[in-house]
């Protein structure tokens, strides 16, 4: 077989900013590429000018079978995609190009669908006060509060545009609330939709040393964590609003800080906050700072209000950190009962949660199902990567 396998996803503008869907590539990649045999001929695109991750240029220089296609533009993909005479193309993460290119018949194109978050989320005030203001987003705001029909049959048909380019499509989506969300609002997909739990991020890192958290004056289990702070539908506004308030009110220890990561505009922020020493803004930070971050959180506070997966939640869990979560999307069927839940538009419950994460003897009671739930959870993985090589390889499969 010849399989083409997009990892343009895994090259984002602003190589700093960890993302849940690429570590989904790159850990898709790594599991069919292992996996083809001598009859398979394994093709990857990357994009030319984009940088690129590190661990997927070693794993390349190491299986020079492996042909690496580097692309130009949509224009040159679009001729790849026609000469290349490709079995199956695989996009484990859709970019723009797939705008304006179409599969051509005859190659089968599978598809991940990470979730529907422009149609599922409401653009209000706390979304757009969090986001770095530009017209685009000020256009998403005043549609979707004054004019949300149209706001919602806009962004339908502009996702819609993913699921025309190919005759032969099959999409892998990453829960079962995605999968119900597909079928809502694009019956045509039925029976073709697979639902995978995407696989937890690639790393060989053994997180020890918290020398990190000493540059900023951190101790360990000294800080509640929250990431994403940059990201309207990450909710994060309303999350540091709950906390200054509780930091007001004396309701959580003088020694917890509030630590937000990836905040680009910190004035959206302190414009709302009384407490402004308590909160610390890191911006970007590495992946390896990011485990670190996890592991000594005395709680991961997660208050979005959109997710296809969740995969910040689980990152926490695996080193027993307790978790606050918004119980809304595909979060409860994730993270089932091993975090503490709480409604994300209302900062009063966001609040209250807050407060029993400094309940030792309620918390100890969630963190005894932590451990089922992940093995629930990699189970589910390994289940959904393996459907990925069968659809994948599927003529291989099937004789």
Known sequence: MKILIDLIGTQPK?????????????????????RKTESDSLYVALLRNGRTDQEILDFLKENKAIVVLWIENPEHYQTVLNQGHFETVVCGLNNNFYNSIKIPDGTRFVLTEHGLRRIETKIDKWYYDTEKPNIRTFVKYILSRFFPKIYLHIAIKTRESQFKIAKDLEVFTSSYHSKSALLLYYPYLNGRI????????????????PSFLHKFNLSPKSYILMICGNRGEKNCLRGAVALDRLASDKLIPPNILFVILGVKNKRNY????????????????????LELLYQYAHLFLYPTVNEGFGYPPLEAMKYHTIAAVSAITSLPEVCQNSVLYFDPYNICEIEERVIQSFDSAYVDCVSTHIDDVLEYVMKQQSAGLKELQEVVYYKRNTK
């Open 270 to 289: 302190l414009r709302k906050l009384k407490n402004k020493t308590r909160f610390l803004f890191l911006g970007f930070v590495s992946s390896d700072d």
């Open 14 to 34: 602003n190589f700093n900013v960890v993302s849940g869907g690429a570590e989904y590539v790159k850990a898709a990649f790594f599991f069919l590429a292992a």
């Open 194 to 209: 697979h639902m995978a739990y995407p696989p937890m991020k690639v790393t060989n890192r053994a997180v020890i040393d």
